[in-house]
């Protein structure tokens, strides 16, 4: 131990681009090094120390019982636990296996599927233990990783703006791709965070930061549909990165039942 407060980093399922996004910190990183005792980070150091670690950071989604059982022991080892992500805030791209027939999938996929130990749904982690704070993106920004790291060493909360990607094309002065171009685009219920990349390249948002505070998906739906998309298009824009998160989930599923959609 050295006195520092000790950081650890752990991934359940995932594809290691948040944690690349923390070695992607590289000058930032060292100073980090030279503040943190990164005690756990398979990514980037065979040192692997026990708890109790000051800061956990997740990466990942819940998707078999072996990883139900080993987050409830990092929860009770970390006194902050920081979920990154898609995958960790919201089950991730594998939680498409949510709408599907998993054993289907194993059987179809694996010559002996007997041997697959998989949960049914991929869950996010705070659907299995208290979080301390979800930093959203697929993958995070580093800029808002840094900046939780920081909060939390300085024992304050992360000013992580709570708001839809419309308003960062508003704050870079990105000219609105759905109504100059009548491009489809998710950014007015998807959570900032990105400083509106794909706009700014004249396409439209597909929402891989995962949904802003009290998204209107209802209006974005109808409107979607006055663009002229077709109703499992809509539904599909709905089904990527998070597509398990409770609002993108009810929007897709409001598509494919319109009854639904009048009363949302
Ligand atoms: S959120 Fe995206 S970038 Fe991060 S681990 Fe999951 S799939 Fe990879
Ligand atoms: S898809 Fe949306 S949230 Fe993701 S980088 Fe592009 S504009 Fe940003």
């Known amino acids: 131990?050295?006195?520092?407060?000790?950081?650890?980093?752990?991934?359940?399922?995932?594809?290691?681009?948040?944690?690349?996004t923390l070695l992607d910190c590289e000058d930032e990183l060292l100073a980090l090094a030279d503040t943190l005792e990164i005690a756990h980070f398979t990514e980037a150091t065979r040192t692997s120390l026990p708890g109790p670690y000051d800061l956990a950071l997740v990466e990942g989604s819940i998707t078999t019982p072996e990883d139900a059982e080993r987050i409830e022991r990092?929860?009770?080892?970390?006194?902050?636990?920081?979920?990154?992500?898609?995958?960790?805030?919201?089950?991730?791209?594998?939680?498409?296996?949510?709408?599907?027939?998993?054993?289907?999938?194993t059987e179809t996929v694996y010559a002996r599927p007997d041997?697959?130990?998989?949960?049914?749904?991929?869950?996010?982690?705070?659907d299995h233990v208290p979080v301390d704070f979800e930093l959203r993106g697929c993958?995070?920004?580093?800029?808002?990783?840094?900046?939780?790291?920081?909060?939390y060493l300085a024992g304050r909360k992360p000013r992580?703006?709570?708001?839809?990607?419309?308003?960062?094309?508003?704050?870079?002065?990105?000219?609105c791709v759905s109504v100059a171009d009548g491009t489809p685009c998710l950014g007015p219920v998807t959570h900032a965070g990105c400083g509106?990349?794909?706009?700014?390249?004249?396409?439209?948002?597909?929402?891989?930061f995962g949904?802003?505070?009290?998204?209107?998906?209802?209006a974005l739906v109808r409107l979607?549909?006055?663009?002229?998309?077709?109703?499992?298009?809509?539904?599909?824009?709905?089904?990527?990165?998070?597509?398990?998160?409770?609002?993108?989930r009810a929007a897709a599923e409001s598509v494919d039942d319109p009854d639904r959609e009048v009363r949302s």
């Open 224 to 248: 979607l549909r006055e663009q002229g998309e077709a109703p499992e298009h809509i539904a599909r824009v709905f089904r990527t990165f998070n597509a398990a998160s409770p609002a993108f």
């Open 115 to 126: 041997y697959i130990s998989t949960l049914e749904h991929s869950t996010a982690i705070a």
């Open 139 to 151: 993958p995070i920004d580093r800029g808002q990783l840094l900046e939780v790291i920081t909060a």
């Open 74 to 105: 990092v929860r009770a080892d970390s006194r902050f636990l920081v979920v990154l992500g898609a995958c960790a805030t919201a089950g991730g791209i594998q939680a498409l296996r949510n709408f599907g027939d998993v054993r289907g999938f």
């Open 1 to 20: 131990m050295t006195g520092k407060p000790r950081l650890a980093v752990f991934k359940f399922a995932s594809c290691d681009g948040c944690q690349l």
């Open 196 to 208: 509106a990349i794909c706009p700014a390249f004249r396409r439209g948002c597909f929402g891989c």
């Open 160 to 175: 992580i703006p709570d708001r839809s990607v419309c308003y960062e094309c508003k704050a870079r002065g990105v000219v």
């Open 211 to 218: 949904p802003a505070r009290e998204p209107n998906t209802p």
